[in-house]
């Protein structure tokens, strides 16, 4: 059986500075920034390449969002804390990066039978007149699938690009092993 193809949408990276910010001074000095303590207790930060946006918090935390891949997450925070240091030189150069969440499509290139799908597949959701697709709970890798009538699928949860694969992998094989869809 060919492997599905994957397109990694969004990967949500996470940085610990081990230092507080003061975000009313680093604001001001960042361009492309919004700032409204009303609205988000963190300043949002955009950069063009990567296409990106951080999200700063005065507690030392940074959560990148908007990259296409692990790589592009990376140096986007690194760009980000670069800018900031230039402000605080007293950063430290050592921090954690963590990537929390990727985000990936596919597309099944089937038509899936949604309710016959709840019936026979474990550990689903599907209530139609809530949202049209079906959520399907994964154990290994533990990441969560939304499926579509369509045969589209988006994972999420994953850690790596290859958990993504491996969850709409094994969730087409499981649908096959059920008759829920051919081969």
């Not at 804390?81 to 963590?98: A, G, Q």
């Not at 709970?137 to 958990?163: I, Y």
């Amino acid at each position: 059986m060919a492997d599905v193809e994957i397109k990694v949408e969004n990967i949500v990276a996470s940085a610990t500075l081990g230092k507080s910010l003061e975000l009313p001074r680093i604001a001001p000095a960042l361009e492309n920034v919004e700032y409204n303590l009303e609205q988000f207790p963190g300043l949002v930060f955009k950069l063009k390449e990567p296409k990106t946006a951080a999200l700063i918090f005065g507690s030392g935390k940074l959560v990148c969002t908007g990259a296409k891949c692990i790589e592009d997450s990376i140096k986007a925070i690194h760009m980000t804390v670069d800018k900031i240091r230039e402000l605080d030189p007293e950063i430290p150069e050592e921090f954690e990066i963590k990537i929390q969440n990727i985000v990936a499509s596919a597309n099944l290139g089937k038509v899936l039978n949604l309710e016959a799908v709840a019936l026979d597949l474990e550990n689903t959701e599907y209530e139609p007149e809530q949202f049209p697709g079906l959520v399907y709970r994964l154990e290994d890798p533990k990441v969560v699938l939304l499926l579509f009538g369509s045969g589209k699928v988006v994972c999420t949860g994953a850690k790596t690009a290859d958990q993504a694969q491996l969850g709409v992998q094994k969730t087409k094989e499981r649908l096959i092993e059920l008759y829920l869809i051919e081969e």
